[in-house]
């Protein structure tokens, strides 16, 4: 077990694109640290430097307390899962699992005994001696997990081991890979491009674009208190909807709505200024529904274009009906929110119970919860912050 | 079963039917260029049949098979054959690999590596085996003339300095094919396996003798398979070189001279079938006994 760290580590290929520029990153001994971002943001290449299978070009990069930067993926003791699991077709499974053992000379029967243990843990003792072709999806991914988890290494580096299988078997494997790090304690860097699994899995969360690290918090904080725009449209589902407002003497004007500030809001905006104001799904209401809190919110009425029912939930899309959603997709376009960039900038996304009775192309009176706003600059991106 | 049968629907049937009428044309081609020869070479076979003595023939049974298989020649013509396939061969099959893994990892000219590795391979056979045979000549060639080489060295002379002047003629001109073939083998393995067994902690050498060759065991088969079958018939190289002599006769050669040169139809026939056998019996000993699995498990 060790800690990991990044100390302003870069990757430059020859033809001078930076793949990772500067990235400082503490990855504490035994933490589950996820890397999350959309693909093309530098996640994997940044894993691959950890491991040793891309050189750094950059920058120090140590593990356990000792630099590695010139040490052979060999010798820094960290096993991988990889993405297509990159099983040995040739080898049964206890052969792939204990591949590294007998490459490292240890003693046969210690090694039959480690690779019979995982199996066991791993639900796979019935398949040890059969060929990775002939075992299904989540086998082969429980198969790679164990010929990881064999060697007992420093760290664990998994490159989006979830996302060759279907939706169920993610979601039971994720919480596996939960548990198992859970019990292992083991250091563990997990890459993936499902916000969904970065939310549920780590401790901490690490946000990547264009190859710099946005932001490193825990899934909540990163949820409830994103540093820029990037971040804040990253994480969650449906998006944050981001509306062009502006601040005057206290009150935030929306297109929908004109909302009174909390001091926190009024030491963010900082006077009276233009703001991309940044508001979740589900701190809309249907009025109707909204009871004794009413009188803590503002109410407004706005015309459905879409209503989807997802059962549990009902999610109602309004035009902002706002003639500055240029601006808001031009922010989100420098930002790298390709959806939002896309013209989806005027289109207010809210989650609603079930019981709404909100239908498309009628109007409903909706309720806004103001201590929920985040201001973002519309020049920077970045979030204002009392 | 038999219910199974009559469940095939029409549509099946005809569809099948079109299967076979769509094949029919190349299986007869196929008979035509191969299998009445094949019986037609046996047929004489077991006759005596010399151009020579035209009138002199008849059915003689396998008396043609006991006089090749009891002849001095035969066997020694054997070895030779067997000797320059295993050797030229084995050779083939390691150059070919270093060569396949260049052309598979060159990362600048690939186009032009390929290209150029694939030209002897182009070349016709004959014109290569001249080539050769001009530049170890003993007067003209450049090859005596080399540092540590005797001025005066008579390559063609001996048995065993013309095989290996054989075999490297050999070597030049099919280890491009060789190298192909194990190349096609080569790029079919995920390089992921690679980043694997890397951080699996496998060496460069380790990774090739525990990944990349049971991975391409099929293809080497494969290629082994062609080459040695290839070899075994080899003919045109030692006809320009030596044309048999200092023992360097194959027996494709010996063949040729019974139906060609000594018009003895018959036994040349016997020859010939008996080279067939050992190029069916090569076939079925790689295909069953060394390639009947793929490295995955499922068979081939």
Known sequence: ??????????????????????????????????????????????????????????????????????????????????????????????????????????????????????????????????????????????????????????????????????????VQMRTEVAELQDRLGTTTVYVTHDQTEAMTLGDRVAVMKSGVLQQVDSPGNLYNDPVNLFVAGFIGSPSMNFIHGQVNGGEVELP?????????????AGGDREVICGIRPEHFEDAELIGDHLGDGVTFEAKINLVESMGSELYAYFESGSEESGKVEEAASAAGLEALAGGDAGQVVTRLPPESKAKRGETLKFWVDPDRLLFFDPESGNRLKS | MSQVKTAISDRARSERRLGWLLCAPAAIAMLAVTAYPIGYAIVLSLQQVDLRFPDEGGFVGLQNYGAVLSSDLWWTDLFNTIFLSVISVSIELCLGMVIAL?????????????????????????????????????DTGFINHLPFIADDKDWFGERFSAFSVIIMAEVWKTTPFMALLLLAGLTTIDDGLYDAAKVDGASAWQRFTRITLPLMKPAILVALLFRTLDAFRIFDTIFIMTNGAQDTQSVSILGYQQLISRLNLGLGSAVSVLIFVCVLFIAVFFVKFLGARQPDGSST
């Open chain 1, 256 to 268: 929908f709505a004109t909302i009174p500030l909390n001091d926190d809001l009024k030491g963010a």
């Open chain 2, 102 to 138: 260049v052309m598979h990892r060159a990362i600048f000219g690939r186009g032009v590596v390929r290209t150029s590795v694939l030209i002897p391979y182009g070349i016709v056979t004959v014109v290569a085996a001249f080539s050769w045979q001009f530049a170890f000549a003993p």
């Open chain 1, 1 to 170: 077990m060790a800690e990991i760290v990044l100390d302003k580590v870069t990757k430059k290929y020859g033809d001078g694109y930076e793949a990772v520029k500067s990235m400082d990153l503490e990855i504490a001994d035994g933490e589950f640290m996820i890397l999350v971002g959309p693909s093309g943001c530098g996640k994997s290449t940044a894993l691959n430097m950890i491991a040793g299978l891309e050189d750094i070009s950059e920058g120090e990069l140590s593990i356990g307390g000792e630099v590695v930067n010139n040490r052979a993926p060999r010798d820094r003791d960290i096993a991988m899962v990889f993405q297509n699991y990159a099983l040995y077709p040739h080898m049964t499974v206890r052969e792939n699992m204990g591949f590294a053992l007998k490459l490292a000379k240890v003693d046969g029967k210690e090694i039959d005994a480690k690779v019979e243990e995982a199996a066991a843990t791993l639900d796979l003792t019935e398949h040890l001696d059969r060929k990775p072709a002939n075992l299904s999806g989540g086998q082969r991914q429980r198969v790679a997990m164990g010929r990881a988890i064999v060697r007992e290494p420093k760290a664990f580096l998994m490159d989006e081991p979830l996302s060759n299988l279907d939706a169920k078997l993610r």
